[in-house]
């Protein structure tokens, strides 16, 4: 069973930085994708970003494209958000996942089948 676990979260003031963990457990996850969502108060949960585990290919909503970047640590089957440039639309709730095809390098959430329990950003301004 696929178990992602989100820590990292937290508050931060406008232009900050913060780095959300997502640790993934459960099985070998070296050919696997892995997205982060966001979801604020009442909208849509949003892509953000995502990233194949074996050759690092990325995709990134065009609102983070060049202030987010997702790092992976392979040996720790962990996942990072870097987020620099924060900004008070920013603030979510952030979402790890895994697509129900592991190693489908995708955007749509309706793609995804494994997530997160999700952990608070909020920035202020």
């Known amino acids: 069973q696929v178990q992602l676990v989100e820590s990292g979260g937290g508050l931060v003031q406008a232009g900050g930085s913060l780095r959300l963990s997502c640790a993934a457990s459960?099985?070998?996850?070296?050919?696997?994708?892995m997205g982060w969502f966001r979801q604020a108060p009442g909208k849509e949960r949003e892509f953000v970003g995502t990233i194949r585990w074996s050759d690092g290919s990325t995709i990134y909503a065009d609102s983070v494209k060049g202030r987010f970047a997702i790092p992976r640590d392979n040996a720790k089957n962990t996942v990072y958000l870097q987020m620099s440039g924060l900004k008070p639309e920013d603030t979510a709730v952030y979402y790890c996942?895994?697509?129900?095809?592991?190693?489908?390098?995708?955007?749509?959430?309706?793609?995804?089948?494994?997530w997160g329990q999700g952990t608070q950003v909020t920035v202020s301004s």
């Open positions: 459960g099985r070998t996850f070296s050919n696997y994708v």
């Open positions: 996942a895994i697509p129900n095809i592991p190693w489908k390098l995708t955007t749509r959430r309706s793609d995804y089948r494994y």
